[in-house]
């Protein structure tokens, strides 16, 4: 199984910083990487999949970038409705998709 | 718009099953695979398996091989989870989420979530 291994586990930053949250895959995946937001007591929600593209309706402030083994979503201009849990996701091998144990992002 | 409405909480005794659903709506059922996804208290997310109710295929996680069980009723546009012999370490929220199957550099990839189950084995 290809394993996902997320950083940092948490993070805690102002309202208008950007933030960068990595992950890295045990193997290639070949871009095959999606990224998903958890707002608190909510199911999780598709921002970003291919490595760079943003789903429909998620805010441009969202990026995705990476190749290869190595991944990371940036959020630009940190704004309060972004703290969340963040996971990475590989869907380049299955059985089974696996997820990164995530990031949770607070404000400072 | 698409929706995927899960069944409600469950509180069940160890050693029981429980069997949840998910009806999907606002979207062609039969276009698009459904996975099922376990989150652990304060925990992150664990793919369980997959069925493609077009062709009544499932793939499942090693791990939960035994565990669970998917069926779909392309009829009523309802996907089911029935989990067995239910320990403590089955107490979890449950989603269902859909992705295509049709394109590799999306398949598996989790468009739409349902609101979770969330399941308790306690005695």
């Known amino acids: 199984d290809i394993q996902m291994t997320q950083s940092p586990a948490s993070l805690s930053a102002s309202l208008g910083e950007t933030v960068t949250i990595e992950c890295l895959a045990s193997?290639?995946?070949?871009?095959?990487l999606a990224w998903y937001q958890q707002k608190p007591g909510k199911s999780p929600q598709l921002l970003i999949y291919?490595?760079?593209s943003l789903n429909d309706g998620v805010p441009s402030r969202f990026s995705g970038s990476g190749s290869g083994t190595q991944y990371s979503l940036k959020i630009n201009s940190l704004q309060s409705e972004d703290v969340s849990i963040y996971f990475c996701?590989?869907?380049?091998?299955?059985?089974?998709?696996?997820f990164g144990a995530g990031t949770k992002l607070e404000l400072k | 718009e698409v929706k995927l409405q899960q069944s409600g909480d469950e509180l069940v005794r160890p050693g029981a099953s429980v069997k949840m659903s998910c009806k999907a709506s606002?979207?062609?059922?039969?276009?698009?695979?459904m996975h099922w996804v376990k989150q652990s208290p304060g925990q992150g997310l664990e793919w369980i398996g997959t069925?493609?109710?077009?062709?009544?295929?499932?793939s499942y996680n090693q791990k939960f091989k035994g565990k669970a069980t998917l069926t779909a009723d392309k009829s009523s546009n309802t996907a089911y989870m029935e989990l067995s012999r239910l320990t403590s370490e089955d107490s979890a929220v449950y989603y269902c989420?859909?992705?295509?199957?049709?394109?590799?550099?999306?398949?598996?990839?989790?468009?739409?979530w349902g609101q979770g189950a969330s399941v308790t084995v306690s005695s």
């Open positions: 989420a859909r992705s295509s199957f049709t394109i590799a550099a999306i398949s598996g990839v989790m468009d739409a």
């Open positions: 606002g979207y062609t059922f039969t276009d698009y695979a």
């Open positions: 069925i493609i109710p077009l062709i009544d295929t499932t």
């Open positions: 193997e290639d995946i070949y871009s095959n």
């Open positions: 291919y490595a760079n």
């Open positions: 996701q590989q869907n380049y091998d299955s059985p089974p998709y696996t």
